[in-house]
Each structure stands twice: as structure tokens, then as C-alpha cells.
Nanobody, 113 residues
């Protein structure tokens, strides 16, 4: 199973970026897919996840700004990041899991003022 993120890079405060994560090597859609982020020297933190039935959960820091979505047939998950803040700068990793969690390699997001 392999997950590959794309869409990171440089964003501006107040701007938007959209992350994508495509999973391959699995026959069935994951029960949940989502995103975590990590700043160097700090633990990885949960950002958002979405279940197979469409239920979405967000960490408080991104509620109202980030939108998670997925396409089950393609085992793809997106993270639309709006109203970016400096503190959104981090390495973002996607995961997909049912009984086991699989992780992408991570993608860097840098927000500048």
C-alpha cells in the first residue's frame, strides 16, 4: 500500500492551498483517511479525518478554515486549506486506515506573511 501526497508548497497568510493524497495498492477504500501535521522538534498532531460514510472530524485549530473530502472509489483524500495562518506551516502527512494505518511520506507547507 502506498500513499502519495501532493499540492504542498508556499502559501500566503489568508490564502489557500489544497493538498491531495492518493492511495494505491489496496483493493477496498479505507475506513478512514486523514491528515496530520508536524513541526520539526514537535510531535505530530491530528488535523482532520473523514470516514467512509462521510463523517468529518477536525482539530479545533482548523475548524471553519480547512475542509477535508475524499473520493472512495479512488481512495483519494483532499485537504482544502483556507485562510492560512503562519502556524499552519508544517509537514503534512496523510494516512489511510482500516485495521492498520498506512502513511504517506509527508509534504511541506510553508505559510508566509
Amino acid at each position: 500500500v502506498r500513499l502519495v501526497e501532493s499540492g504542498g508548497g508556499l502559501g500566503q497568510v489568508g490564502g489557500s492551498l489544497k493538498l491531495s493524497c492518493v492511495a494505491s495498492g489496496t483493493l477496498a477504500p479505507f475506513y478512514s483517511m486523514g491528515w496530520y501535521r508536524q513541526v520539526p522538534g514537535h510531535p505530530r498532531h491530528f488535523v482532520a479525518k473523514i470516514y467512509l460514510n462521510g463523517t468529518k472530524i477536525y482539530t479545533e485549530a482548523v475548524k471553519g478554515r480547512f475542509i477535508i473530502s475524499r473520493e472512495n472509489d479512488k481512495n483519494t483524500v483532499w485537504l482544502q486549506m483556507n485562510d492560512l495562518k503562519l502556524e499552519d506551516s508544517a509537514e503534512y502527512s496523510c494516512y489511510g486506515g482500516t485495521q492498520l494505518d498506512y502513511w504517506g511520506q509527508g509534504i511541506r507547507v510553508t505559510v508566509s506573511s
